[in-house]
């Protein structure tokens, strides 16, 4: 049976690997965030992200570079692949909307959506769900809205001030940018050439009603890779998942 969503779902996408990852140190002192392994897998976070997004549907990705760039692009050269793979590097910094406005340049189909994603994001949610989100909302960008958990235990309590319960580490009351995202063929030209993204072009959209959130499912996998703890725990939950 012919699914009628699958034209309008994007086959490319673009990964934000420039970043120098410095609360990663020193993991990071020879390498860029992107290529830190994730313990147990013997595969850097890029590598778990490309995997992933071939699994979606995803045929071409533009990696965008930056700090230790001649490391990674080493690494995609010589790994096999599950997905055609282009490199480019800013000619100099252009801010997180410039370097993805720079980016998207580089796709191969510049009539059609396009998925992107920070180079630390670690995550297993459905890609193709979330494009038929952004469709059916008819917005131009959609953001992967995650819900972690507080690193600290919360307390509960009633109208009057009584405590009720303590709850160890609960996931947070808001949506954040989980650094996972859609958008329509028109989003490359509202980007800055310069600067940030999240300071023009997106509040601009959420006040035109252009902009959607799409809410990670109930027990996906997400986490952020930012500092050696988050290494650690995510190998802790990758064997908790493969027992």
């Known amino acids: 049976m012919t699914d009628p969503n699958a034209a309008s779902r994007p086959v490319q996408a673009v990964v934000l690997a420039g970043g120098q990852g410095s609360r990663l140190r020193p993991y990071t002192d020879d390498r860029p965030k992107p290529m830190v392994e994730i313990p147990g897998t013997g595969t850097p976070i890029i590598g778990h992200q490309l995997s992933w997004l071939a699994e979606e549907g995803v045929t071409d990705v533009v990696v965008s570079c930056g700090h230790l760039a001649e490391v990674l692009q080493e690494w ?72 972690p958990r507080l690193p600290w235990g919360a307390v509960q309590t009633d109208d009057f001030g009584h405590i009720t319960d303590f709850i160890e580490a609960p996931p947070t009351t808001h949506g954040i940018n989980a650094g996972v995202y859609v958008f329509s063929p028109e989003f490359a030209d509202l980007l800055p050439s310069l600067g940030d993204h999240e300071r023009s072009t997106f509040p601009r959209l959420a006040r035109e009603r252009r902009l959607a959130g799409y809410p990670i499912p109930q027990g996906a996998y997400w986490r952020a890779i930012d500092t050696a703890k988050d290494l650690t725990e995510a190998a802790k939950e990758l064997a908790a998942l493969s027992r």
């Not at 480019?88 to 992107?116: I, N, Q, S, T």
């Not at 131009?140 to 995650?146: E, G, K, R, Y």
């Open 76 to 147: 995609l050269e010589s790994a096999d692949l599950p997905v055609s793979v282009t490199t480019v590097v800013e000619p100099e910094p252009l801010g997180r909307g410039g370097g993805l406005k720079y980016a998207a340049k580089h796709l191969p189909h510049p009539d059609r959506p396009w998925y992107a994603t920070n180079g630390d994001i670690w995550t297993r949610f459905s890609l193709r769900e979330m494009a038929d989100f952004h469709t059916e909302r008819d917005a131009v960008a959609t953001l992967a809205l995650a819900r």
